[in-house]
């Protein structure tokens, strides 16, 4: 941070009104800057969240394929079964 007789020749100088616009503009600045770094970080969060849901759509849909196929030959059994009983 620069000294602060500095900041006080340069208000002197300048006025208020100037003095607060560079300081409102370089919130502003910085605020963006930070922003945006924070939006990079929530963006690869999220990137990483997908592709773990997206893993366990594929588990989950490999799961129900397992049962489809057990209860298909369940069924076929119980069909043949019963053709075996009448």
């Known amino acids: 941070m620069p000294d602060t007789e500095l900041l006080l020749t340069l208000v002197e100088r300048i006025g ?3 003095a607060t616009l560079i300081a409102a503009g370089y919130l502003i600045m ?3 800057k930070n922003a945006s770094a924070e ?23 490999d799961a129900l394929l397992h049962v ?8 076929a059994a119980m069909k ?3 053709r075996y009983k009448t």
Do not use: C
Request: aromatic share 4%; no cysteine.
């Open 16 to 18: 208020v009104p100037v």
């Open 30 to 32: 910085w605020l963006l």
């Open 39 to 61: 939006r990079n970080a929530w963006q690869q969060r999220d990137e990483a969240q997908d592709e773990r849901i997206l893993k366990m759509a594929q588990n989950s849909s």
């Open 68 to 75: 489809k196929v057990a209860l298909e030959a369940n069924t």
């Open 80 to 82: 043949e079964l019963i």
